[in-house]
């Protein structure tokens, strides 16, 4: 019996946080808002936690819009430890209550510790979190030249080398749900793209033709792949199926690079040059009549990425330096420069965004709140790091 | 099952008066997270998990590239496989672009002839013209620019009777800089088309 009333206990204590996750949602409704980008972050104190706990909650939060006060300044009250293993609390402080109260055990510290925000970001935001998933990335030992895939934590921890080819790499891409990827390898001296298994080692040649192959884009229910080919005498966007058969041309602009798909898969997206400026365009997925995106604002657009939410085109625009800029899919908007960088990639959650920047001659990988502006260095690799893809 | 239904309002009645009185000596919920049985990324950080589970095999099976799959593939590149490149030849004809540009210029007609009557002259020899750019401009942009580079050098050598099948192009984006400098001078000789002579295996 004891038992019994226990169980409830935890479970009526569960339905209180997720009913208060969703009273609180309000706050950081992102579009209902009037200023959608440099928001003001949600201040939170952090005590009891030292050392690798801490530097994993305030990455993690940081990059998902919260802010570190004194618990005086402090919206919510996360306090815990982090000695041997991660267990922590979450209080509302306005509305006196505590909202998630949990203790973690196995796999590693830093792993606990990922799970504890991606917590405290589910009470407070009603919005999984990002702590635990993974993003893959070129690294480039002289900053240019030959260079390997990698896998990584999203923050740039526990970073493993996927090739060993010791040949240019470029744009690595996830199969959606998999531990797979698709990239561009020279491995067999010319541009191919590649499918990766990382369960098996195993590897495909998915596109080989003659000239260019590369910048492969997975349709979001894995099916098709989008890719930058120059076999018919100019480099423009042809869709395959996840095999590399069934190959067709969907763009004929005289420029064409970077495609990525609209999440239910029907457009795909492109850089391209139309009327002597360039452009960004979205083109149906089976080929078709191409739009062009109001960019205005935000010059010579390459590398856009679709958000998984559907409303946001991320991309980078060349001005005097590469800014990150984002603009919405319907227009209603002009584009927004968030900060310096290039490359960006969406989390799964639609709210984050992985780029890299530059430091000094080198790339480093950063990871951006896209309507707080904040961003944070992901840990630092040897070398220069770029085109990270978020895995969704 | 009845007892239960009694206690249940009562206990969220509890849970609900714990929770808002933030009292300190609940015992807190537990999430255990998946150890590395489950599907571990390993190395010696002996870090984390992979959602999907499974061990990355990069490192063991990431060379070899199984050639037997992928259906549809194919290089079209079977006639310059084992053909022997020598870059020397002609490496005094390396054409160079304006920023962001692909077009010939006129500058560097004597260049593309100098090309055209080399491979005329020998007609087992075929050609790999090799795109490159600054590194100004994004990474799958610039890869995009030195291909068409490549092949506007293609079409300029057609245009002066080569046949294109005896040409194939690669572009190198801004992966290989002549001069690794970031000042005009290194990326004016950066922004270049490279012929490499390629001929039969003896």
């Known amino acids: ?73 402090a919206q919510y009250l996360i306090s815990g430890s982090d000695a041997g293993s991660i267990s922590g609390s979450l209080t509302d402080k306005f509305a006196k209550r505590v909202l998630l109260s949990r203790s973690y055990n196995g796999a590693s510290l830093r792993r606990q510790a990922h799970a504890f925000a991606d917590d405290i970001v589910f009470a407070i935001t009603g919005k999984k979190g990002i702590g635990q998933t993974k993003i893959a990335y070129k690294s480039q030992p002289a900053g240019y030249g030959v260079g390997e895939i990698y ?73 098709k792949i989008a890719m930058v080919l120059s076999k018919s005498g100019s480099a423009n966007i042809w869709v395959c199926n996840a095999d590399g058969t069934n190959l067709k041309q969907i763009s004929h602009g005289d420029e064409d690079s970077s495609p990525t798909w609209s999440p239910d898969g029907s457009w795909i997206c ?19 009549t191409v739009q062009y995106l109001n960019t205005t604002g935000a010059p010579n657009p390459t590398e856009p990425d679709w958000s998984p939410d559907g409303k946001w085109i991320a991309f980078t625009s060349q001005m005097h330096d590469f800014n990150v800029c984002v603009v919405p899919v319907d227009g209603s908007m002009a584009p927004a420069v968030l900060v310096e960088g290039q490359n960006p990639s ?47 | 099952m009845k007892m239960n239904q009694i206690v249940f309002p009562l206990v969220l009645a509890l849970a609900a008066t714990l929770a808002t009185t933030g009292c300190k000596h609940t015992p807190p919920k537990t999430t255990i997270i998946p150890g590395q049985q489950a599907g571990a990324v390993g190395g010696e950080n002996g870090g984390g998990t992979l959602s999907g589970g499974g061990t990355l095999g990069g490192d063991t099976g990431g060379t070899g590239i199984n050639t037997s799959q992928g259906g549809g593939s194919t290089t079209g590149l079977d006639e310059f496989d084992g053909m022997i490149k020598d870059p020397a030849a002609l490496a005094a004809n390396t054409i160079h672009f304006a920023f962001d540009s692909a077009a010939i210029k006129k500058s560097e007609d004597s260049n593309i002839s100098a090309v055209a009557s080399a491979l005329s002259g020998n007609a087992s020899n075929k050609l790999l013209i090799e795109g490159n750019c600054d590194e100004r401009g994004t990474e799958e942009y610039n890869r995009a620019l030195g291909e068409r580079r490549a092949l506007a050098a293609r079409e300029a050598l057609a245009k002066r009777g080569v046949s294109p099948e005896r040409i194939r192009t690669i572009s190198y984006g801004k992966d290989k800089p002549t001069d690794p400098g970031h000042d005009d001078a290194a990326w004016a000789k950066n922004r270049r088309a490279d012929f490499v002579l390629l001929h039969p295996k003896p």
Not at chain 1, 270 to 288: I, M
């Open chain 1, 151 to 223: 896998v990584s934590d999203f923050d740039g921890a526990n970073a493993q080398r996927i090739t060993k080819d010791n040949a240019i790499v470029a744009k690595p891409a996830w199969a959606p749900g998999k531990l797979a990827l698709y990239y561009t390898s020279y491995a067999l001296d010319n541009p191919d793209i590649f499918y990766h298994s990382l369960t098996t080692g195993q590897r495909s040649k998915i596109a080989a033709y003659s000239g260019l192959n590369t910048s492969a884009a997975v349709s979001p229910n894995g099916s």
């Open chain 1, 1 to 73: 019996m004891k038992k019994i009333i226990f169980n409830f206990l935890i479970i009526g204590l569960a339905a209180v946080a997720l009913n208060s996750a969703r009273a609180e949602d309000q706050p950081i409704d992102i579009v209902g808002g009037g200023t959608i980008f440099g928001q003001k972050p949600i201040p939170v104190s952090l005590s009891g936690f030292t050392g690798e706990g801490a530097e994993v909650l305030k990455f993690d939060l940081a990059v998902q819009g919260f802010s570190f006060v004194a618990p005086d300044a």
């Open chain 1, 270 to 288: 492109f850089a391209t040059k139309h009327s002597e400026r360039r452009r960004l365009a979205k083109v149906p997925a089976s080929g078709g």
């Open chain 1, 346 to 392: 969406w989390s799964p959650n639609s709210r984050t965004l992985v780029f890299n920047r530059s430091m000094g001659y080198r790339q480093v990988l950063s990871v951006l709140d896209v309507f707080t502006k904040q961003y944070k260095d992901c840990a630092r690799a040897t070398g220069s790091s770029s085109q990270p893809a978020w895995a969704k």
